[in-house]
């Protein structure tokens, strides 16, 4: 049983492609994110979703656009993929509640080429 | 500011040796702890956290972290490292700001094990 999951695992595409990656989980959690992490294994999050509203928007271009069609999924979609955008993209959950800590997803190794 | 400083970027040690990977954290209300690892092409699997009570607190895979509020510390321990404890640790404050929940995080430390 996958408790958070993404997909797809690997992706390699040129350079001014949109492309989405997805994620789901199934622990009934309320609050969903997307971190990225740079090749120096930086982690830095990008948006959190509670309840599918966005709660938090980092300072992140706008040709990403999270959408959350329900609190299970987190999608990420990213248009006009320039090679900075090449890192690894992790999903992320939590439970309700202050004291919680983040459930992971296998992470997303984006390539832009 | 809140901020979270692992000062070792890098750690080699011997298997069998024990380990201590440090962490400070700035944070003006009190402290939601936490170290994650980071097996190679892997996601973040949670150590251990600390919220409340007991100062050392026991995670899996033989871990252990101490909170020490007046050095504004939560360094993670392990008396005897193994091969596969190779990785990417990561110790998290997690912080609140009205409903918004967050973890900060430090940098990161890359643990190796020589035989």
């Known amino acids: 049983d996958t408790a958070v999951s993404q997909t797809p695992k690997y992706l390699v595409t040129q350079m001014g492609n949109d492309k989405s990656i997805k994620c789901e989980q199934n622990l009934g959690h309320d609050t969903m994110y997307w971190y990225k992490q740079d090749s120096k294994k930086f982690l830095k999050i990008m948006f959190s979703y509670n309840n599918k509203e966005l709660i938090i928007n980092e300072t992140v271009p706008n040709r990403f656009s999270p959408k959350s069609p329900d609190k299970a999924h987190l999608n990420l979609h990213i248009n006009s993929l320039e090679l900075g955008d090449s890192a690894v993209y992790f999903c992320a959950s939590s439970p309700p509640g202050v004291r919680t800590e983040a459930f992971f997803g296998q992470g997303t190794r984006l390539t832009v080429v | 500011a809140q901020s979270v400083t692992q000062p070792d970027i890098h750690i080699t040690v011997s298997e069998g040796a024990s380990l201590e990977l440090r962490c400070n954290y700035s944070y003006g209300a009190t402290p939601y702890l936490f170290w994650y690892v980071q097996s190679p092409g892997q996601g973040l699997q949670l150590l251990l956290k600390y919220f409340s009570g007991d100062t050392l607190v026991q995670g899996i895979k033989g871990f252990e972290a101490e909170f020490k509020r007046s050095q504004s510390s939560f360094n993670l321990r392990k008396p005897s490292v193994h091969w596969s404890d190779a990785a990417e640790y990561f110790c998290?404050?997690?912080?609140?700001?009205?409903?918004?929940?967050?973890?900060?995080w430090g940098l990161g430390t890359s643990l190796a094990v020589n035989p």
């Open positions: 998290a404050v997690g912080a609140l700001s009205g409903n918004n929940r967050k973890l900060i």
